[in-house]
Nanobody, 124 residues
Framework: QVQLVESGGGLAQAGGSLRLSCATS????????MGWARQDPGKEREFVAAISWTGSTTYYASSVRGRFTISRDSAKNTVYLQMNSLQPEDTAVYYCAHSRGGLLPTRAYEFDDWGQGTQVTVSS
């Protein structure tokens, strides 16, 4: 069983930055991809970014590409999401995600395990 705990959410102004962290523990698969997704109330969970187990390959949703950066520190079992140039439409609950498969996820449903989520609110 894998545990994912997000932190770093909060309130930011448009154009500002936040960094999310996801600490992993339990039976994590160190050779598996990790990522982030977000969800507004009443909407489907939206894929944001994914990173391979080596950290050498990343993939981003078009809506965040060029503004967000995903990274991982395998020694600390932690995944990060640096969010720059935030916009009000980035407001959502952000979830850390873990994949048990061998491919890099490009859709939210391709992840298998989820954290409890952290709220990000961007004011205009």
């Amino acid at each position: 069983q894998v545990q994912l705990v997000e932190s770093g959410g909060g309130l930011a102004q448009a154009g500002g930055s936040l960094r999310l962290s996801c600490a992993t523990s339990g039976r994590t698969f160190s050779r598996n991809a990790m990522g982030w997704a977000r969800q507004d109330p009443g909407k489907e969970r939206e894929f944001v970014a994914a990173i391979s187990w080596t950290g050498s390959t990343t993939y981003y949703a078009s809506s965040v590409r060029g503004r967000f950066t995903i990274s991982r520190d395998s020694a600390k079992n932690t995944v990060y999401l640096q969010m720059n140039s935030l916009q009000p439409e980035d407001t959502a609950v952000y979830y850390c995600a873990h994949s048990r498969g061998g491919l890099l996820p490009t859709r939210a449903y391709e992840f298998d395990d989820w954290g409890q989520g952290t709220q990000v609110t961007v004011s205009s």
